[in-house]
T-cell receptor, first 107, second 118 residues
Framework: EIVLTQSPVTLSLSPGERATLSCRASQSIAGYLAWYQQKPGQAPRLLIYDASSRATGIPARFSGSGSGTDFTLTISSLEPEDFAVYFC?????????FGGGTKVEIK | QVHLVQSGAELKKPGASVTVSCKASGYTLSNFGISWVRQAPGQGLEWMGWVSGYNGNAHYVEKFQDKVTMTTDTSTGISYMELRNLRSDDTAVYYCARDFEAGTLDFWGQGTLITVSS
């Protein structure tokens, strides 16, 4: 199965700062990567699919890039509601797999 | 708008079975598949498998092959996941999610906590 490694595990930032999250795949997955946000006690929410397409209703401050094995989720200016855990997920090959997550916390 | 509403939390003893339901609204169930994902306490997300909303064909992750059955009922718009022979390490929140693009999960149920304890 394809292993996704996210870094860093924790990112400590202040509101208004830029957040850059990384996801690396164990083999090429072309552009078949999604990003999800999860807040405590809530289900994950789709942010980005196919590496760079924003899901419906997702603010423009969220952007995704990358292809092959290296991908990035960027939050251009953190809002208070953006402090959460972020997961990447690949759909290039079954089984679908998720990264271990990056927690974005308030500094 | 699309909603997936799951059944409530359950407490089960080891060896028991449990069925979680996932009612879809706001779209036609037969047009999309449903994936099931679980999350153990404080852990990450684990995909368990997928069931077609069109014909009920299912694909399971190998580790769950003998443990899970996923079905859909297009007449009621409900998808089901049965878990058998429960163990303590099956304690987790179980989510259903609409699969809109062969593996992109765009809408999620609220989650169902299954606790396995003697």
């Amino acid at each position: 199965e394809i292993v996704l490694t996210q870094s860093p595990v924790t990112l400590s930032l202040s509101p208004g700062e830029r957040a850059t999250l990384s996801c690396r795949a164990s083999q090429s997955i072309a552009g078949y990567l999604a990003w999800y946000q999860q807040k405590p006690g809530q289900a994950p929410r789709l942010l980005i699919y196919d590496a760079s397409s924003r899901a419906t209703g997702i603010p423009a401050r969220f952007s995704g890039s990358g292809s092959g094995t290296d991908f990035t989720l960027t939050i251009s200016s953190l809002e208070p509601e953006d402090f959460a855990v972020y997961f990447c997920q690949q759909r290039s090959k079954w089984p679908l797999t998720f990264g271990g997550g990056t927690k974005v916390e308030i500094k | 708008q699309v909603h997936l509403v799951q059944s409530g939390a359950e407490l089960k003893k080891p060896g028991a079975s449990v069925t979680v339901s996932c009612k879809a609204s706001g779209y036609t169930l037969s047009n999309f598949g449903i994936s099931w994902v679980r999350q153990a306490p404080g852990q990450g997300l684990e995909w368990m498998g997928w069931v077609s909303g069109y014909n009920g064909n299912a694909h399971y992750v190998e580790k769950f092959q003998d443990k899970v059955t996923m079905t859909t009922d297009t007449s009621t718009g409900i998808s089901y996941m049965e878990l058998r022979n429960l163990r303590s390490d099956d304690t987790a929140v179980y989510y259903c999610a609409r699969d809109f693009e062969a593996g992109t999960l765009d809408f999620w149920g609220q989650g169902t906590l299954i606790t396995v304890s003697s």
